[in-house]
């Protein structure tokens, strides 16, 4: 009987550890994620901050996950009534992507676009940091499980939390 019941405890764990990441992280993905994730991307592309004409600096050499060549912007920008600080990290990479290539052409070269917006009262757990990983039309890069990348990322925040002045930004200890 204990024997019994040890086995089954034995494989309610394993399913247990066998779940997706996202069914343990409610909030992760969902609908209003992606709502707001939209209004995130109007109010970039309304700053120039994405898209085909958005302002430009010098491209940096990049490392994973990110991207072979990088760009960082740092900004305000309203998103639904809220102005508040984000970062954009363009990602760029394929084949000849060095960093005169990225600087002359842009669009060509970029893979994706990672942002990190302060969404009072999101995630207070994770300094309130709303997360998106955009390909370059404003659709959402998939998660293995097929969730949208945007709102609560675990994989970013997992990773992030590692940032030196516990604001879960790596660039710089601003926030
Ligand atoms: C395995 C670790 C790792 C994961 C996962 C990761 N990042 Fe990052 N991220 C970094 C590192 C390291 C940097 C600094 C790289 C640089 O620009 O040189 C960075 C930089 C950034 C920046 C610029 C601000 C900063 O922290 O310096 C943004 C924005 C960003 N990541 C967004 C995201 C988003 C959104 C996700 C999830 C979709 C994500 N990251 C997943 C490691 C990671």
Not at 5 to 16: E, K, T
Not at 18 to 37: E, K, R, V, W, Y
Not at 59 to 73: A, C, I, R, W
Not at 118 to 127: E, I, Q, S, V, W
Request: charged residues 20%.
């Amino acid at each position: 009987m204990r024997l019994m019941f040890r086995i089954l405890i034995g494989m309610a764990s394993a399913v247990l550890l066998a779940m997706p990441l996202s069914a343990q992280m409610p909030g992760f993905g969902t609908n209003d994620d992606i709502a707001f994730g939209d209004a995130l991307w109007r109010a970039l592309e309304q700053d120039n901050l994405v898209g085909d004409d958005a302002i430009m600096s010098r491209p940096y050499e990049g490392s994973q996950p990110h991207g072979n060549k990088l760009v960082t912007l740092e900004a305000d920008v309203t998103v639904n009534g809220q102005r508040n600080e984000v970062i954009i990290k363009h990602n760029y990479g394929g084949e000849g992507a060095t960093i005169e290539a990225v600087s002359d052409n842009p669009s060509q070269y970029l893979m994706a676009t990672t942002v990190m917006f302060r969404r009072a009262g999101f995630d207070a757990d994770n300094k309130d940091w709303f997360w998106a990983k955009y390909l370059p039309d404003g659709s959402y890069d998939k998660a293995p499980n097929g969730n949208a990348l945007v709102g609560k990322g675990p994989g970013c925040i997992a990773c992030h939390t590692a940032a030196p002045g516990e604001d879960m930004v790596f660039l710089n200890n601003r926030y």
